[in-house]
């Protein structure tokens, strides 16, 4: 009788645990916040991408301001005016402990940030991409979202080489690899 009460007891208190939704369950849906509302969407079976609704430019090409398609060969290795330690640290001010802890040091498990430049380098919109199983960006509320993604916006910049200036906007990935986390 013990053993079934315990049975019955385990994943009733992991429930609990989990107070907040695991927003990676909602496909293609919004989740709104007072700052702003982020729509979940299941990208492949393994990961999903968390987008700020008021973001314009959704589409993965990069074009001239003619319009013509700019080659992705262009955009392997960019220039990028920050460090892997700022960018960390942006991560680790923002999250409460418990949810550095669970996060650092996991492998496999990872954040990308897909960034939309202007002219200048400066980000104006950030795409996120998480595993679908991820332990805090699928819990985080979307008013913390936005906080970190205006933190984010202020960090990170990329250099424009001279005959970039003729690009509609300048796109690259960041990626933040949790097993790097310390």
Same mark, same amino acid.
């Given at each position: 009788?013990?053993?079934?009460?315990?049975?019955?007891?385990?994943?009733?208190?992991?429930?609990?645990?989990?107070?907040?939704?695991?927003?990676?369950?909602?496909?293609?849906? @919004?989740?709104?916040?007072?700052? #702003?509302?982020?729509?979940?969407?299941?990208?492949?079976?393994? @990961?999903?991408?968390?987008?700020?609704?008021?973001?314009?430019? @959704?589409?993965?090409?990069?074009?001239?301001?003619?319009?013509?398609?700019?080659?992705?060969?262009?955009?392997? #290795?960019?220039?990028?005016?920050?460090?892997?330690?700022?960018?960390?640290?942006?991560?680790?001010?923002?999250?409460?402990?418990?949810?550095?802890?669970?996060?650092?040091?996991?492998?496999?498990?990872?954040?990308?940030?897909?960034?939309? #430049?202007?002219?200048?380098?400066?980000?104006?919109?950030?795409?996120?991409?998480?595993?679908?199983?991820?332990?805090?960006?699928?819990?985080?509320?979307?008013?913390?979202?936005?906080?970190?993604?205006?933190?984010?916006?202020?960090?990170?910049?990329?250099?424009?080489?001279?005959?970039?200036?003729?690009?509609?906007?300048?796109?690259?990935?960041?990626?933040?690899?949790?097993?790097?986390?310390?």
């Amino acid at each position: 009788m013990k053993l079934l009460l315990l049975l019955f007891l385990i994943p009733v208190l992991k429930v609990s645990e989990l107070n907040q939704p695991l927003y990676s369950s909602i496909s293609n849906d @919004t989740i709104m916040g007072k700052q #702003a509302s982020y729509c979940y969407m299941k990208d492949t079976r393994i @990961t999903t991408i968390i987008r700020n609704v008021n973001n314009v430019d @959704t589409s993965e090409h990069v074009y001239f301001d003619n319009g013509e398609v700019v080659s992705w060969a262009r955009f392997v #290795a960019r220039p990028i005016k920050f460090t892997q330690e700022e960018l960390h640290s942006v991560f680790r001010k923002n999250l409460t402990d418990s949810e550095w802890d669970c996060i650092k040091g996991k492998v496999g498990f990872f954040l990308q940030i897909w960034v939309v #430049a202007d002219k200048k380098g400066n980000p104006v919109e950030l795409e996120f991409t998480v595993r679908n199983t991820d332990p805090v960006f699928l819990k985080m509320t979307p008013d913390r979202l936005f906080q970190i993604e205006q933190e984010l916006k202020q960090l990170l910049k990329t250099e424009i080489a001279e005959d970039e200036h003729d690009i509609k906007n300048v796109k690259h990935i960041v990626m933040v690899s949790y097993q790097d986390l310390k």
